[in-house]
Antibody, heavy 119, light 107 residues
Framework: QITLKESGPTLVKPTQTLTLTCTFS??????????VAWIRQPPGQALEWLAG???????RYSTSLRSRLTITKDTSRDQVVLTMTNMDPVDTATYYC???????????WGQGALVTVSS | DIQMTQSPSTLSASVGDRVTITCRAS??????LAWYQQKPGKAPKLLIY???SLENGVPSRFSGSGSGTEFTFTISSLQPDDFATYYC?????????FGQGTKVEIK
């Protein structure tokens, strides 16, 4: 059974760096074809894909946010970490992590973590 | 980045209706397209991947078609549980993108 769960601060101040951790079970990020992605959704708005990391260490970032994002994996701890620098109130959103198999969609999602950016 | 444009943005329909949503890509994504259903306060749920492949456990009333830049998502007979927002997502290029969503409302 695959599960994922996001954890991190619920409130960050403008200009601070956000660090979110996705802790998963039921799969390994060292298995061929497996990846984990981060997606966010501002209140009442659409989904926005942020970044993805794969079993072969391939990393992908949103073009528009690339300069602010870093995604890493810790295979031994079954975790993926996303950092986003220079947070702004417009970054207020629910942040999700999700599992994928290569050439398929995002088939398992975490419950999401609401992050508010405010001074 | 590839832009994904869904239409309509909102759709009003009744139980039993056939519902169709269109997703257009600003350039070819071949068949690397997925469809998701999202209900308020919940994470999205994968329904369709690779344009037309039905995810395990998803009812057969959901279907997808298309390739290149034009894709269609269909619910053959709308059920009460289907009132939700639906998103397309391309995963063809380095940077993936979602459509803006289509809200299916009760008529």
């Amino acid at each position: 059974q695959i599960t994922l769960k996001e954890s991190g601060p619920t409130l960050v101040k403008p200009t601070q760096t956000l660090t979110l951790t996705c802790t998963f079970s039921g799969f390994s990020l060292s298995t061929s074809g497996v990846g984990v992605a981060w997606i966010r959704q501002p209140p009442g708005q659409a989904l926005e894909w942020l970044a993805g990391i794969h079993w072969n260490d391939e990393i992908r970032y949103s073009t528009s946010l690339r300069s602010r994002l870093t995604i890493t994996k810790d295979t031994s701890r079954d975790q993926v970490v996303l950092t986003m620098t220079n947070m702004d109130p417009v970054d207020t959103a629910t942040y999700y992590c999700a599992h994928r198999l290569i050439w398929q969609g995002l088939d398992y999602w975490g419950q999401g973590a609401l992050v508010t950016v405010s001074s | 980045d590839i832009q994904m444009t869904q239409s309509p943005s909102t759709l009003s329909a009744s139980v039993g209706d056939r519902v169709t949503i269109t997703c257009r890509a600003s350039q070819s994504v071949k068949s690397w397209l997925a469809w998701y259903q999202q209900k308020p306060g919940k994470a999205p749920k994968l329904l369709i991947y690779k344009a037309s492949s039905l995810e395990n456990g998803v009812p057969s009333r959901f279907s997808g078609s298309g390739s290149g830049t034009e894709f269609t998502f269909t619910i053959s007979s709308l059920q009460p549980d289907d009132f939700a927002t639906y998103y397309c997502q391309q995963y063809s290029t380095y940077s993936w993108t979602f459509g803006q969503g289509t809200k299916v409302e009760i008529k």
